[in-house]
């Protein structure tokens, strides 16, 4: 069983540059979120995708956007990169089912600096 | 809104010593509460998952408690080691809802 892995690991883009971070999701999940963590702070939710369509987002704007794919791996794109969008952006995915036994599995993460 | 608070913020032990984080949250209709380690610059390693209707779970060295009425639950390491050095952050959900993070507690375990 492979777990959740995201490319590329590091990634340095220039202010007002556009950015695709991938994820493949663990086999199996078809349902994958994407986190942002702040150096110091928590990871916070951005969206989620379940079977291809997005479900559910957290407070980010527009030019934050993603895609999910039908064997369930996934994108982020960022827009017009601000200096604020430096972070460890996360990938996790979760089986089927809205139960309470959906644990969520994360990847290594995509360091993204913004110079 | 969920908000997930986890104190201390940052923990220095020796090595060998027994070891309590917190976490609390402001909303108790939760399904399940995730703990998890990361190192720094890594991702996330999912250690314990407590569903709403359990009040602990156990894997090796690790116990982790939960008392939902009450916004509560605590992860006791054991005989902590310098491997355990890392933050470990609590996270609340319900079923497959985004999950809401704590700040996490930086854990240094000196040799």
């Known amino acids: 069983e492979t777990g959740v892995t995201q490319s590329p690991t590091h990634l340095i883009k220039t202010r007002g540059q556009q950015v695709t971070l991938r994820c493949s999701s663990q086999s199996g999940h078809n349902t994958v979120s994407w986190y942002q963590q702040a150096l110091g702070q928590g990871p916070q939710f951005i969206f989620q995708?379940?079977?291809?369509?997005?479900?559910g987002r957290g407070n980010f704007p527009p030019r934050f956007s993603g895609l999910q794919f039908p064997n369930y791996s996934s994108e982020l794109n960022v827009n017009a990169l601000e200096l604020d969008d430096s972070a460890l952006y996360l990938c996790a995915s979760s089986p089927p089912g809205t139960g309470v036994n959906t644990e969520a599995f994360f990847g290594q993460g995509t360091r993204l600096t913004v110079v | 809104k969920q908000e997930v608070t986890q104190i201390p913020a940052a923990l220095s032990v020796p090595e060998g010593e027994n070891l309590v984080l917190n976490c609390s949250f402001t909303?108790?209709?939760?399904?399940?509460l995730q703990w998890f380690r990361q190192d720094p610059g890594k991702g996330l390693t999912s250690l314990l998952l407590i569903q709403s209707s359990q009040r602990e779970q156990t894997s090796g060295r690790l116990n982790a408690s939960l008392d939902k009425s009450s916004g509560r639950s605590t992860l006791y390491i054991a005989a902590s080691q310098p491997g355990d050095s890392a933050t470990y952050l609590c996270?609340?959900?319900?079923?497959?809802?985004?999950?809401?993070f704590g700040k996490g507690t930086r854990l240094s375990v000196i040799a």
């Open positions: 995708y379940y079977r291809e369509e997005e479900n």
């Open positions: 909303d108790s209709a939760i399904y399940n």
């Open positions: 996270a609340v959900s319900r079923g497959n809802t985004p999950l809401v």
